[in-house]
């Protein structure tokens, strides 16, 4: 069961355009695209308790893009030895959002060491008042401002060798700039804006100064906690002891050290991109189309900032992939089986990385002083890349509609996704830093993670006309997908599972008028990631009946 005491609602909204123009001209098809679209989202989350320890919490962000291509393209002919398109592509878009969390007065208490709850629990209400004031109504803001730009001209040339035969080479050139800018400040201090007015923003106990550097805040810290006429001089050390505890809490939890304005990442990621593909593909017959394919495709690189506001740029990402594959049908074109095998190399993978996060580290090691380095250590994502993957399977898919009234459909494939190269992650949640202290282990040989080897997906529909204009129909849906972990660790495993879905209705062929009964996960199947220190409950059974229509 979940608890939330201030979860808001999720509002957004979206507009977009489109204005396509076509023009035949001397066996050519002439077109232009030119597009726009925006999106608009706000969320207000809470932490999922039911204390009061955030609110208004998640992001709040806006996108717009542009787009415009000019394309030609000949028309089909018999007698020509080739076919081919050709155009031009410019798209831009801007990404704003923001990230945002206002503390509650539970949220210090949330914080707190053992130890430190416990002292200031004893010392009564002034103790309880420290805690809450702590990061009362104290209000972060992460914003994160992205701005791309690409430029591209492609082609791609059917050669018609014979006429079973066709020889497909394509190649796309594009020219790509990426720019970032980050900031991370306190939109309001809340009601603790004086501790770190008095103590600065260092977050660890070796940097938070014994003295307060301002002693006006100081002073009315005194005051209010421990009498209208108490000043930092006259409420003792252990008192004193007591405020610069709580002022390494709030910095701690703020991450005061690391706030900064708006900036931009120091360089921007420019850069070429090249794609290329070819292709072989023979018909021998109505029945039977082998072919294969040689690709090339490079992805973009990043601007980003860490959690400092320290530049790093990602380097592009540069795929080969190889696949052949076969199209059939048997059965007077009853049955038709498609199948594939690919293998995809792939260089310098951009993926999610844990790089130490020196701000939340220090932050670790004020609370639990008694802990090693390596105990308190603690990591922050950030897209980066891996030397080397490799994914290599096969794939099926199949259709049957050789039963009146009856299709049936099976899709499957296996996949096997493994790091090719040296990949250094961080160690899983449940190692023991105290007897193995390295931060990072070398995941060469190792599946991806959320990359199961089987999936498959069996389907029946059945749709018979009856009285004339109505119809009857049917439909079953079973999806099966093997084990898979969603991290190093062993305890986030996804075991394997399968989902039936099924549904029965009845309705006017032409659509006016429909009403299904259905059932989603009708075995109430349990797929729930176990989790090392959390749990994401699984969809449960779902029965419902869903009516439909349409204007004209």
Do not use: C
Not at 146 to 172: C, F, M, Q
Not at 271 to 299: C, H, M, P, W
Not at 355 to 376: F, K, W
Request: no cysteine; aromatic share 12%; charged share 20%.
């Amino acid at each position: 069961m979940t608890f939330a005491d201030n979860n808001g609602g999720i509002i957004t909204s979206s507009q977009g355009a489109t204005i396509n123009l076509e023009w035949n001209v001397a066996g050519h098809l002439l077109q232009s695209i030119t597009g726009y679209r925006n999106h608009w989202f706000s969320a207000a989350n809470d932490e999922g308790t039911p204390y009061d320890i955030t609110k208004s919490g998640g992001y709040i962000t806006s996108y717009d893009q542009k787009s415009q291509e000019f394309r030609i393209t000949s028309e089909p002919d018999s007698q020509r030895k080739f076919d081919y398109t050709a155009g031009i592509y410019y798209i831009t878009t801007d990404n704003d959002s923001l990230q945002r969390t206002r503390y509650g007065n539970d949220a210090g208490t949330n914080q707190a060491s053992d130890t430190l709850y416990n002292n200031l629990t004893a010392l009564g209400g002034a103790g309880q008042a420290l805690l809450q004031d702590s990061l009362n109504l104290s209000y972060k803001y992460t914003n994160n401002f992205v701005k791309n730009e690409s430029t591209a001209a492609y082609g791609s040339i059917d050669w018609h060798l014979s006429d079973p035969l066709t020889l497909t080479t394509g190649y796309r050139f594009s020219t790509e700039k990426r720019e970032t800018a980050n900031g991370v400040w306190l939109a309001d201090p809340g009601v603790g804006g004086d501790f770190t007015q008095a103590f600065g923003t260092a977050t660890t106990a070796a940097t938070l100064p014994t003295n307060p550097t301002d002693l006006a805040a100081a002073n009315r810290l005194a005051a209010r906690y421990f009498g209208s006429t108490a000043t930092w001089a006259s409420i003792g050390g252990t008192n004193q002891g007591y405020i610069r505890q709580v002022a390494l809490l709030r910095n701690s939890t703020l991450g005061t050290s690391s706030l900064y304005n708006v900036k931009d990442a120091d360089r921007a990621w420019k850069g070429d991109l090249n794609t290329a593909n070819i292709s072989l593909k023979n018909r021998f017959n109505e029945n039977l189309t082998v072919y294969g394919v040689l690709q090339y495709g490079e992805k973009a690189g990043i601007a980003q900032l860490d959690s400092r506001g320290v530049s790093s740029l990602v380097k592009k990402e540069r795929t080969t992939g190889y696949e052949v594959g076969v199209r059939t049908s048997f059965l007077d074109d009853t049955l038709a089986i498609n199948a594939n095998a690919f293998v995809n190399n792939i260089k310098d993978f951009q993926t999610t990385v844990n790089l130490i996060d020196p701000v939340t580290t220090a932050a670790n090691i004020n609370a639990r002083p008694n802990l090693s380095y390596d105990e308190n250590l603690a990591f922050q994502s950030l897209v980066g890349n891996l030397p080397g993957i490799r994914v290599k399977g096969l794939e099926i898919d199949a259709a049957y509609r050789g039963i009146e009234y009856l299709s049936l459909r099976l899709a499957a494939a296996y996949n096997d996704a493994r790091y090719s190269k040296d990949a250094y992650l961080a160690r899983p949640s449940e190692v023991n830093p105290a007897t193995h202290p390295a931060a990072y282990y070398n995941a060469k040989g190792d599946t991806l993670d959320n990359a199961p080897k089987y999936t498959a997906n069996l389907s029946a529909d059945y749709n018979k006309p009856v009285f004339g204009k109505y119809i009857f129909h049917t439909t079953a849906n079973y999806r099966f997908t093997s084990s898979y972990q969603t991290s190093p660790s062993i305890y986030n495993e996804v075991d394997a599972y399968g989902l039936l879905d099924v549904g029965i209705g009845f309705g006017r062929r032409d659509g006016l008028f429909d009403i299904n009964f259905i059932a989603k996960n009708a075995l109430n199947e349990k797929y729930n990631i176990k989790g090392w220190d959390s749990y994401t409950a699984s969809l449960p059974r779902w029965i419902g009946v869903v009516l439909s229509t349409k204007l004209f």
